[in-house]
Nanobody, 116 residues
Framework: QVQLVESGGGLVQAGGSLRLSCAAS????????MGWYRQAPGKQRELVVT???????NYADSVKGRFTISRDNAKNTVYLQMNSLKPEDTAVYYC??????????WGQGTQVTVSS
């Protein structure tokens, strides 16, 4: 089993920044992919960005150039630096781990609200 603990959400004005963190513990394999998804009210959950254990990234077009994902493999932690935030970035942000044993795990979600 893998546990994910997210932190860093909140309320920010448009143009501002936030940094999300997600710490994984439990039966986490070193060779895994971690990522962030988001779900706005009335919309489906969507990919924001993923990062492999080797550092390869895959960003949604809507966040390219504004968001940056990074990870600390020693701490099993992934970060999401969000800059130039827009009201349309408002959503619940979820951390996800694609574990090397084929199992996927989700965090509990953290609310990000961007006011105009």
């Amino acid at each position: 089993q893998v546990q994910l603990v997210e932190s860093g959400g909140g309320l920010v004005q448009a143009g501002g920044s936030l940094r999300l963190s997600c710490a994984a513990s439990g039966n986490i394999f070193r060779s895994n992919t971690m990522g962030w998804y988001r779900q706005a009210p009335g919309k489906q959950r969507e990919l924001v960005v993923t990062i492999s254990s080797g550092g390869s990234t895959n960003y949604a077009d809507s966040v390219k150039g504004r968001f940056t994902i990074s990870r600390d493999n020693a701490k099993n932690t992934v970060y999401l630096q969000m800059n130039s935030l827009k009201p349309e970035d408002t959503a619940v942000y979820y951390c996800k781990v694609f574990n090397a044993d084929g199992r996927n795990y989700w965090g509990q979600g953290t609310q990000v609200t961007v006011s105009s």
